[in-house]
């Protein structure tokens, strides 16, 4: 039988086709699963391969040939003439092979770096505290880790395929999420019991082959937000009350007053400052005066609606915001403050009575700015207090005036006794048996170099408030001092002069070395000195008899001036080493005309002589009051019948007279 020289051998091609498929199985299966090896290893695995596919390429380019049914003359002829179309063919096959083998390779290497990838973001989201969950595009949750079950209490498989919506159900905008990425907000969560608590949402955003993605990122911020609660409280909110301070007050007063200004509404401010507040505190002590405050509050509050703001401003003065208020109900609401204030407290077993001093003003009437308001408001206090205090009074234009009158005289002071503006005059003291001269009583004068002429009443409660008292007082001494001697060198007969000694400048620690400055800078003798002590500087005070006592021991006299208008005690007056009492002008006044004042004076002068003091009565102006004291045995007067105050040169020419 004649073969073709190129035909072929049917079993030979068939294990040619196994060969090859055998090869590229292993090949492929060597570089696909020892891929996770260690580098070492796996280049081995390499190498082999490559030897691998090499052995069956020749292996497949033989057999191909001995498949042929040919001599070995004509396979000779083949090979010795280079034949290689049979070998381009399976060349061909085997590279077309080797690049699947290659694509596969570098498929499963992005698939386990993939992986990988999946595996450390896993682990990296499960160990986070906070708590991280992943959503769709949708808003549909696909990771859920621990630390966001530890914040809501629901289990990862609990909230999978669920919206978030059901943790953030009235703010979280699923729709325009996108819009968020990037950004830091503060919301409010809903954990699985229904409870809600403050979280902070930070978001991200990411696009895959398999949709969009974000990532939120959930932190609790209760403890954070507790924290600036109490800052905020030692910022907006006294401490003693838990009201308002006076920070918040006027962020609320402002607030009101822009909104006013477009609805053209009225609103009120009542300033309100507790009467004899401090007398609580000395005699209490500062605990009790504390309770009496938190006290105070809680009645006030009681007296005004939600809508109203009660503030404390320090010490023991308060203020209140009544929007949409007028005159009318202003008014109500601070009578109703004056009525529940008017009952006892009781505090430790003590009753305790408190009354308030309240001034008020209205937007727009009385200011269109809180400064203002506020400050009219406490003028119209102001002026309670002056007229008597527990009361209530509407801020007015006067007021306004006399407060600036005020602030110009207390600022003006100091400047007034650098300028030489102040200067003392000399009302005589009259024996009122005999009507001879036998002292005189130094009194202040003001000539303002603008106000012009200042009364006494008028800037000594001013100077007391301020402090500048004690620098008139000293004024007042040492010229007191200076012209007694004076006069005393010009010939006239030596007599005492009276000088008044305000509370604050006896209270001082040195007045001793004060007045003995001044009596040794004049080269006064002590004798000649008579110092006028009020009863209130001295009442109660252990160290106010001491220091009296040391007054007395360098020999100079000590009376009880305004005797009758304090806080008398009979107790005092025999353990005072005074000289002399002086009965208020007040009295003496009317003592024609009324008969309970001049049973009070005719008590004092008996009970004076009793004890063996001096009295002088103060404030005669006629005849009649200066027979009236004659008749009940006074022994001194001074006043407008006899002389008024006169300048030092009078005085001169007086007593040369007599």
């Known amino acids: 039988m004649n073969v073709s020289p190129l035909s072929n051998d049917s079993v030979l091609i068939v294990l040619s086709i196994l ?16 891929f996770e090896f260690v580098e070492k290893v796996r280049v081995k695995w390499i190498l082999f391969s490559i030897l691998a596919m090499e052995l069956w390429i020749w292996s497949m380019q033989f057999i191909g040939i001995t498949s042929l049914p040919v001599d070995g003359s004509v396979i000779m002829t083949l090979l010795s003439d280079n034949n290689n179309y049979i070998n381009y063919v399976v060349g061909l096959f085997f590279a077309l092979t080797l690049l699947v083998s290659v694509f596969n390779l570098h498929r499963n290497k992005v698939k386990l770096l993939a992986d990988e990838y999946s595996r450390q973001f896993d682990s ?26 530890s914040l809501f209490g629901y289990h990862k498989d609990e909230v999978v395929d669920q919206n978030v919506r059901m943790i953030f159900p009235d703010a979280f905008p699923t729709s ?18 229904g409870s809600q608590f403050p979280i902070e949402l930070s978001t991200g ?8 993605y974000h990532s939120l990122i959930i932190r609790d911020i209760t403890d954070q937000r507790k924290s600036e609660e109490k800052i905020s409280n030692l910022v907006y909110l006294d401490s003693l009350t838990g009201l308002p301070n006076r920070r918040l007050y006027n962020d609320r007063l402002e607030s009101t007053i822009d909104q006013a200004l477009d609805n053209k509404t009225t609103h009120t401010v009542l300033y309100l400052d507790l009467d004899q507040f401090k007398l609580v505190n000395d005699t209490y002590g500062h605990q009790i005066g504390d309770q009496l405050l938190i006290e105070v509050s809680q009645r006030i509050k009681s007296c005004i609606s939600k809508a109203d703001t009660l503030a404390r401003l320090g010490g023991d003065e308060f203020i209140l915001l009544l929007p949409n208020s007028n005159y009318t109900k202003a008014e109500a609401v601070a009578r109703n403050i004056l009525n529940v204030l008017a009952h006892a407290f009781s505090l430790n077993d003590e009753e305790v009575f408190i009354t308030p001093s309240i001034g008020a003003s209205l937007f727009p009437a009385d200011g269109t700015d809180s400064e203002t308001l506020v400050k009219n408001a406490d003028i119209a206090m102001y002026r309670v207090k002056e007229e008597g205090k527990n009361n209530f009074q509407f801020f007015t234009s006067e007021m306004n005036d006399l407060i600036s009158r005020k602030s110009k005289i207390a600022m003006s002071i100091r400047k007034g006794l650098e300028l030489g503006e102040f200067s003392v005059h000399y009302q005589p003291q009259i024996d009122i048996e005999t009507e001879n001269i036998i002292g005189v009583e130094a009194l202040v004068r003001w000539n303002h170099a603008k106000l012009g002429p200042i009364s006494p009443a008028e800037f000594i409660p001013i ?19 200076l012209q007694t001697k004076a ?4 010939g006239v007969e030596p007599f005492r002069v009276a000088v008044n000694i305000s509370a604050k400048q006896f209270s001082q620690g040195n007045i001793s070395e004060v007045i003995t400055s001044a009596l040794e800078n004049a080269q006064l003798a002590p004798e000649f000195l008579e110092l006028e002590l009020t009863e209130s500087l001295i009442q109660g005070a252990t160290s106010a008899i001491a220091k009296m006592q ?94 008024k ?10 007593y040369s007279k007599a």
């Open 19 to 34: 060969i090859i498929f055998c090869s590229s199985f292993i090949t492929l299966n060597v570089n696909t699963s020892r």
């Open 176 to 193: 325009d999420i996108q819009e968020f990425a990037g950004q830091t907000r503060e919301l409010i969560g809903y954990k699985k019991d």
């Open 487 to 490: 006069w005393q060198n010009a």
């Open 645 to 654: 105050p006169l300048s030092p040169e009078k005085i001169e020419e007086l």
């Open 124 to 149: 990296l989201i499960e160990t986070a505290t906070d708590g991280i969950v992943v959503t769709d595009h949708n808003g549909i949750i696909t990771q859920w880790n621990h630390g966001a079950e």
């Open 550 to 643: 040391e007054l007395k021991a360098m020999g100079i006299h000590l009376s009880i001036d305004d005797f009758g208008t304090g806080y008398s005690s009979l107790s005092y007056l025999k353990l005072f080493p005074i000289d002399s009492l002086k009965i208020d002008q007040y009295f003496t006044r009317n003592i024609n005309k009324d008969a309970k004042d001049a049973a009070l004076v005719d008590t004092i002068i008996q009970m004076a002589r009793n004890l063996g003091l001096n009295v002088i009565a103060e404030g005669v102006e006629t005849l009649d009051q200066l027979v009236y004291l004659k008749n009940k045995r006074c022994n001194q007067a001074q006043g407008y019948y006899f002389q």
């Open 205 to 212: 955003y990411w696009e895959t082959v398999r949709g969009d």
């Open 463 to 481: 100077a007391e408030e301020n402090g500048m008292i004690l620098h008139i007082g000293e004024f007042v001494l040492r010229t007191a001092c």
